[in-house]
């Protein structure tokens, strides 16, 4: 079953060294997201054009999102969930953390609602933008499984993963299990004569 990768990218977007970008340009009928703005968002044209992605992917979604991308994907309408196989959760941004830009603020809440879709998350046990505790408990409730890189950051770009072959293998498992997971479309039934 063909799925359709969707890269999601978190503030400020991921720049030409940033896995996401190298997943883009390697993954086929990839597309990615674009928000109005990186660098000031706002929750609501940041969820909807997420949920405008998911909505138009002509087959099942597997959404590919890092930090504030995560949440969009945490915040997507229920009734979208059956539009996608699975996701891949990188580096959730903590954004109930008190040091954080105004703009960033605005998306509080943590979405913390079960996803009814396949889900991993991925973090660093020593990332600054989400501690490794609060990391386990979104993965909890999101009904994921979690997976801790040691040392791994933001793991983004400044984490020197490069195209990051271990993502690439943890995206491919995910989407083995979505596709047995999704169901296959019922047969065209030929119409009876009358």
């Known amino acids: 079953m ?18 996401q970008t190298l997943w883009e340009q390697s993954l086929p009928h990839a597309v990615r997201v674009r928000q109005q703005s990186w660098s000031d968002p706002h929750p609501a044209t940041w969820h909807a054009a997420v949920a405008a992605a998911v909505d138009a992917a002509a087959c099942p979604a597997l959404l590919i999102a890092h930090s504030l991308g995560c949440l969009a994907v945490a915040s997507l309408p229920v009734p979208l969930h059956s539009r996608v196989a ?56 999101w ?27 943890l995206l491919t498992s995910l989407r083995r299990r979505a596709t047995w997971r999704m169901a296959a479309p019922l047969p065209k039934v030929p119409a009876v004569p009358v």
């Open 2 to 19: 063909r799925l359709q990768p969707i890269i999601i990218p978190g503030w400020k977007d991921s720049g030409p060294a940033h896995w």
């Open 86 to 141: 699975g996701a891949l959760l990188v580096a959730p941004a903590d954004v109930e953390r008190t040091e954080l830009p105004q703009c960033l603020r605005a998306f509080a809440p943590m979405p913390r609602q079960s996803l009814s879709f396949q889900s991993v998350v991925v973090v660093g046990d020593d990332d600054p933008y989400c501690a490794l505790q609060r990391a386990e408990g979104f993965a909890r409730d």
């Open 143 to 169: 009904g994921s499984r979690l997976v801790v890189v040691p040392s791994g950051g933001h793991l983004n770009a400044d984490s020197g993963l490069n195209d990051w072959p271990a993502g690439l293998k």
